[in-house]
T-cell receptor, first 113, second 115 residues
């Protein structure tokens, strides 16, 4: 069975500082990994995905994530946080069969000015 | 990029009535769509997988007679909440998978309030 863990309920950073939102996964076979962001009462916006290839994935709005197979991790990072990055972030795992994404519990990112 | 349109964005209905939520893929064909439910400040819980031209597959614990799913075309899936009760109040989100890109695009969600 597939599963995703986001160990932090909330991450607080100051504007301009780097941010990291953690995600670990468990899946049989090759993982398809995703990051989405959600603003209040809105759907999910796609940030980036890892299917294959380079372990460092660059995505939207300056976000990037590194796929680490040995640590089964896919942490989301950004070199310099903005107040507007404050939102709820979800890590999700899928597979080649195209079944539904399974989501982590979400991490609230709060960026202070 | 791929766009999924979900309507309505908000709906308030009386207890005992039915509500239909539509999910359309605007610029790609989606043989498979997914319906999720989200409680405040919680994760997305998969309710069902909707396959074009066939019956939906429901997750354990989801009442198929209460949450009717129809996927009659490659671009439209609907979720009907029948005989709604206040405990059905929630945020419902659909998703469509684009085979070519391995991408999953989400609708903007529907806030259902049953009074």
């Amino acid at each position: 069975a597939q599963s995703v863990a986001q160990p932090e309920d909330q991450v607080n950073v100051a504007e301009g500082n780097p941010l990291t939102v953690k995600c670990t996964y468990s899946v049989s076979g090759n993982p398809y990994l995703f990051w989405y962001v959600q603003y209040p009462n809105r759907g999910l916006q796609f940030l980036l995905k890892y299917i294959t290839g380079d372990n460092l994935v660059k995505g939207s709005y300056g976000f990037e994530a590194e796929f680490n197979k040995s640590q089964t991790s896919f942490h989301l990072k950004k070199p310099s946080a903005l107040v507007s990055d404050s939102a709820l972030y979800f890590c999700a795992v899928g597979n080649q069969a195209g079944t539904a994404l399974i989501f982590g519990k979400g991490t609230t990112l709060s960026v202070s000015s | 990029g791929a766009v999924v349109s979900q309507h309505p964005s908000r709906v308030i209905c009386k207890s005992g009535t039915s509500v239909k939520i539509e999910c359309r893929s605007l610029d790609f064909q989606a043989t498979t769509m997914f319906w999720y439910r989200q409680f405040p400040k919680q994760s997305l819980m998969l309710m069902a997988t909707s396959n074009e031209g066939s019956k939906a597959t429901y997750e354990q614990g989801v009442e198929k007679d209460k949450f009717l799913i129809n996927h009659a075309s490659l671009t439209l899936s609907t979720l009907t909440v029948t005989s709604a009760h206040p405990e059905d109040s929630s945020f419902y989100i659909c998703s469509a998978r684009e085979s070519a890109t391995y991408g999953y695009t989400f609708g903007s969600g529907t806030r259902l309030t049953v009074v």
